[in-house]
């Protein structure tokens, strides 16, 4: 069995500003609990092609949240018929997926699934995230309060899940967390890799994109709370998952 300073994670990178792209991958290396050397990113927007087969060698594969993309829009942004295959390859493979936000989205149009866009009236800040019946047996959920809080920013959504899927948390307005049925891989619409403190800068430096200036930003951000419970979900990840220290 591999030990913790041993593993070597493959991060989908979605981010395109600089500093962004350091924060989140210092975010998924905090709550794994690795290195951030332990975690080789493939940011799309610097290498917009590539095979599936990049996957093949790590341990777990990552796939962050984006801002500057939109999954409904495959003409303009070309790595996202790239990053279906990297998916569909990692299922084929039985390799460990943790994807957030974007490659929640990404994972359930991979799967065959439809994604759907809101324009007004979508989730932004710290909400609460209920379970289904099925979280009570999954490695990563079992143990989640119900509800609990996460934080969560998107205008793209799912109301439906593709057949594989089996549904394990869910809000009023969408889908929340799936795993691939007898495959360990789950994809998450909200982001287990950010905590209030990181919320607080993403939405600060992305507030043109989805405020509607600065009193709607001091109002979802006055709401902030902290999210253990969603955060915890990427170091059961590595513990129960990718080690196998814990049932599955």
């Given amino acids: 069995m591999k030990k913790r300073d041993d593993l070597r994670l493959l991060l989908l990178q979605i981010r395109e500003g600089e500093h962004v792209r350091v924060e989140e991958h210092q975010s998924f290396a905090r709550y794994c609990e ?4 332990q975690i ?3 940011n799309v927007f610097d290498t917009p092609r590539f095979e599936p087969s990049v ?3 790590y341990d777990a594969v990552l796939v962050g949240g984006a801002s500057e993309a939109n999954v409904l829009e495959p003409e303009r942004y070309t790595f996202v018929s790239d990053a279906k295959r990297l998916l569909r390859r ?6 460990p997926v943790f994807a ?3 490659g929640f989205q990404l994972a359930v149009l991979a799967l065959g699934g439809e994604i759907k866009h809101r324009d007004v009236g979508f989730e932004m800040g710290t909400i609460p995230i209920s379970l289904t019946e099925l979280a009570a047996g999954d490695p990563l959920f079992r143990d989640r309060p119900d509800p609990f809080m996460a934080v969560s920013v998107h205008r793209q959504y799912a109301d439906q899940l593709p057949d594989a899927c089996e549904l394990l948390a869910y809000t009023e307005q969408c ?4 795993k691939l049925r007898g495959k360990r891989f789950w994809a998450f619409q909200f982001h287990p890799e950010v905590d209030k403190r990181i919320l607080v800068e993403r939405l600060t430096h992305y507030k043109a994109h989805y405020t509607d200036g600065d009193g709607h930003l001091d109002a979802v951000l006055s709401s ?3 999210t253990p419970h969603s955060n915890h979900l990427m170091t059961a990840f590595v513990d129960r998952i990718v080690l196998g220290a814990g049932s599955q």
């Fill in 34 to 37: 690795l290195k951030p050397e």
């Fill in 40 to 42: 080789r990113i493939l």
């Fill in 55 to 57: 996957v093949d060698g």
């Fill in 90 to 95: 990692c299922a084929e493979l039985d390799m």
């Fill in 100 to 102: 957030s936000c974007f």
């Fill in 175 to 178: 889908a929340h967390a799936f």
């Fill in 224 to 226: 902030a709370v902290e």
